[in-house]
């Protein structure tokens, strides 16, 4: 009988350690920040075409009404084009967590649809988390940062600037960019295998 009683006492002590541990982990779990939380009311992934698309423009493909209207019941914010581009503009208020947005044409198809997070709305592990691994990384030299944009599946890419080549979850994207799903495979074609993701365990450059 004492025997059982200390299993049972043990049994009880693990219960309470891994429920402390629970909530522990529940509590410094990050919430959805404003901008994923209308990432996932904005954007959904056409199936049939393997392509993300926003409020149904979708690249490579002529856009149901003008971006100008899209974008102009996005919110409050200012709306103006410039050639083939429309803007949109949140200025000081950005209760969605994001910045800017922008739609580039080429007659009545979408080119591609560029995102602009506000600071610290979206990281490269949220990117991982929403669309999985890339497939190229691409890297350009600008004063003392890196520019890095990271091609993912169905026409996806995300761009930070960053003082370092070591991934990061918690770097923080500064562009997500909807395109076609075949510019994404074409540029992971070209991209040479150093630029490969290789996870968080090493650098892209050897």
């Known amino acids: 009988m004492r025997g059982i009683a200390i299993i049972s006492a043990l049994?009880?002590?693990?219960?309470?350690?891994?429920?402390?541990?629970?909530?522990?982990?529940?509590?410094?779990?990050?919430?959805?920040?404003?901008?994923?939380?209308?990432?996932?009311?904005?954007s959904h992934l056409d199936k049939p075409n393997e392509q993300w698309c926003w409020r149904g423009l979708c690249p490579g493909q002529q856009a149901p009404r003008k971006a100008e209207n899209i974008l102009a019941d996005y919110g409050a914010g200012a709306v103006y084009r410039q050639f083939a581009t429309v803007y949109w503009h949140s200025g000081t208020a950005r209760p969605t967590g994001i910045s800017d947005i922008?739609?580039?044409?080429?007659?009545?198809?979408?080119?591609?649809?560029?995102?602009?997070?506000?600071?610290?709305?979206?990281?490269?592990?949220?990117?991982?988390?929403?669309?999985?691994?890339?497939?190229?990384?691409?890297?350009?030299?600008?004063?003392?940062n890196w520019v890095i944009f990271y091609c993912f599946d169905e026409g996806i890419c995300t761009g930070m600037i960053s003082n370092t080549l070591r991934p990061n979850p918690y770097l923080p994207l500064t562009v997500i960019s909807f395109q076609k799903n075949s510019t994404a495979r074409d540029l992971a074609r070209r991209v040479p295998n150093r630029y490969r993701w290789h996870g968080f365990s090493r650098l892209w450059i050897r």
């Open 11 to 42: 049994i009880l002590a693990l219960t309470f350690a891994m429920l402390t541990v629970a909530r522990g982990i529940g509590a410094a779990y990050p919430q959805l920040t404003p901008f994923l939380s209308q990432f996932e009311q904005d």
């Open 102 to 144: 922008l739609v580039n044409f080429a007659d009545d198809t979408v080119l591609y649809v560029q995102i602009k997070p506000s600071p610290r709305q979206f990281t490269l592990g949220d990117a991982l988390m929403q669309f999985g691994s890339p497939r190229a990384i691409t890297l350009e030299r600008d004063l003392k």
